[in-house]
C-alpha cells in the first residue's frame, strides 16, 4: 500500500463552523506533513510532524490545528477560516522526515472552500 | 539560500516530440533534487530525484533529468510526449534541513 489517503475530498464552510480534514497513511513512515496549494502556484508547507511530534510549524495562523493521534493519522483541524484559505489542502508521508533525500508520498487533496 | 527557478510558466508540445522543461537552482551545499507532476486535482507524484550518485537520473513514465553542476541545471527530458502527459510540474530543491523549495511550475500542455 503506497497510498495517502485524505478526507473529504471537498469541503464547503462557512467563516464561523468548526471542520477537520483526515489524512491517512499505512505504509509505516514517521513523518507527516501538510501543504496548502493556491490555484496555479506551488504547495506552501504549513506543518511536519515527525515521530508524532510537531517538528515544523510554518507560522501558520492559529485557526489551523494540527493533531498527529498516531504513526499512520494526521489530522487539521479548521476554526473561524476566512474566504483567503480556501485552497487545496495536501497531506504527505516519507520514511523519517529527517534527511534531505527522503521521497515525498502525496495524497490527492480536500479542495477547501470557505464562504 | 536555497532556490528554484523554473524558466518556462508554460510549454506547449504536439504528441510524439520531445519534452524540455528547464529548471535552475541555487544552492550553497550539495543539492538534493526533485521533479514532482500533478494532474489536474490530483496530489503531486515524485518523477525522479537526483541525490548525488549518477548525474543522469531516470524516472517515471519515461523521463530523465540531467544534473549540470557547471550550469546548476537539472532539465526534464522525454524524447516522445504522450497526451496523459499534460500536467503541471514541479522542480524542487531540498534545503539543509528537510523542507523542500518548490519551484513556480510549467504547465505542459500536449495537443494530438
Known amino acids: 500500500d503506497t497510498e495517502v489517503t485524505q478526507t473529504p475530498k471537498h469541503l464547503v464552510m462557512g467563516m464561523t463552523n468548526k471542520k477537520s480534514l483526515k489524512c491517512e497513511q499505512h505504509?509505516?513512515?514517521?513523518?507527516m506533513y501538510w501543504y496548502k496549494q493556491k490555484a496555479k502556484k506551488p504547495p506552501e508547507l504549513m506543518f511536519v510532524?515527525?515521530?508524532?511530534?510537531?517538528?515544523i510549524n510554518e507560522s501558520v495562523p492559529s485557526r489551523f490545528s494540527p493533531e498527529c493521534p498516531n504513526s499512520s493519522l494526521l489530522n487539521l483541524h479548521l476554526h473561524a477560516l476566512q474566504p483567503e484559505d480556501s485552497a487545496l489542502y495536501l497531506c504527505?508521508?516519507?520514511?523519517?522526515?529527517?534527511?534531505?533525500?527522503?521521497?515525498?508520498?502525496f495524497g490527492s487533496g480536500t479542495q477547501l472552500s470557505v464562504l | 539560500a536555497q532556490s528554484v527557478t523554473q524558466l518556462d510558466s508554460h510549454v506547449s508540445v504536439s504528441e510524439g516530440t520531445p519534452v524540455l522543461l528547464r529548471c535552475n537552482y541555487s544552492?550553497?551545499?550539495?543539492?538534493?533534487l526533485f521533479w514532482y507532476v500533478q494532474h489536474p486535482n490530483k496530489g503531486l507524484q515524485l518523477l525522479l530525484k537526483?541525490?548525488?550518485?549518477?548525474?543522469l537520473v531516470k524516472g517515471i513514465n519515461g523521463f530523465e533529468a540531467e544534473f549540470k553542476k557547471s550550469e546548476t541545471s537539472f532539465h526534464l527530458t522525454k524524447p516522445s510526449a504522450h497526451m496523459s502527459d499534460a500536467a503541471e510540474y514541479f522542480c524542487?530543491?531540498?534545503?539543509?534541513?528537510?523542507?523542500?523549495?518548490f519551484g513556480k511550475g510549467t504547465t505542459l500542455s500536449v495537443s494530438s
Open positions: 504527505a508521508s516519507s520514511q523519517e522526515g529527517r534527511t534531505r533525500n527522503e521521497k515525498l508520498f
Open positions: 505504509m509505516g513512515h514517521r513523518a
Open positions: 510532524y515527525s515521530y508524532e511530534k510537531l517538528s
Open positions: 544552492s550553497s551545499y550539495s543539492p538534493s
Open positions: 537526483y541525490t548525488s550518485a549518477a548525474t
Open positions: 524542487v530543491v531540498s534545503d539543509q534541513g528537510t523542507a523542500l523549495i
